[in-house]
C-alpha cells in the first residue's frame, strides 16, 4: 500500500513562485514513475509533469521552462518547483504514483490547490 501527501499549495500573485511536495510512504518513490496532474473546476485533469524511475522529465507544453519535477530519494519526496506562475496554473496539483508488479499500480495524493491571482 503506498501513501501519498501532497502539501505547498496557497495563493500567490502572477509571476510568483510555489514548490509542491508530495511525501510517499509504502514503497520508494526511485522505483515507480512518479507525475503531477491538476485540475481546473469545470476542466478535464491534465497532466504537467512525469519523471520515470531512471530519472528522466517530461513536461506539458503550457509549463516547460517554468515547472520542474524534482526527486529527494533520501526523503522519499517529490517535488513540484513552479515558477512564473500565471492565473491558468490555478487548480488542484495532484502526486501520482505507479509501478508494475504482476499487473499495473496506481496512487494519488489527496491534492493541494494553487490558487494564482492577483
Known amino acids: 500500500q503506498v501513501q501519498l501527501v501532497e502539501s505547498g499549495g496557497g495563493l500567490v500573485r502572477p509571476g510568483g513562485s510555489l514548490k509542491l511536495s508530495c511525501a510517499a510512504s509504502?514503497?520508494?518513490?526511485?522505483?515507480?514513475?512518479m507525475a503531477w496532474y491538476r485540475q481546473a473546476p469545470g476542466k478535464q485533469r491534465e497532466l504537467v509533469a512525469t519523471m520515470t524511475r531512471g530519472g528522466s522529465q517530461n513536461y506539458t507544453d503550457s509549463v516547460k521552462g517554468r515547472f520542474t519535477i524534482s526527486r529527494d530519494n533520501a526523503n522519499n519526496t517529490i517535488y513540484l518547483q513552479m515558477n512564473n506562475l500565471k492565473p491558468e496554473d490555478t487548480a488542484v496539483y495532484y502526486c501520482?504514483?505507479?509501478?508494475?508488479?504482476?499487473?499495473?499500480?496506481?496512487?494519488w495524493g489527496q491534492g493541494t490547490q494553487v490558487t494564482v491571482s492577483s
Open positions: 501520482n504514483a505507479r509501478y508494475w508488479n504482476l499487473g499495473l499500480w496506481d496512487y
Open positions: 509504502g514503497r520508494t518513490v526511485s522505483s515507480c514513475n
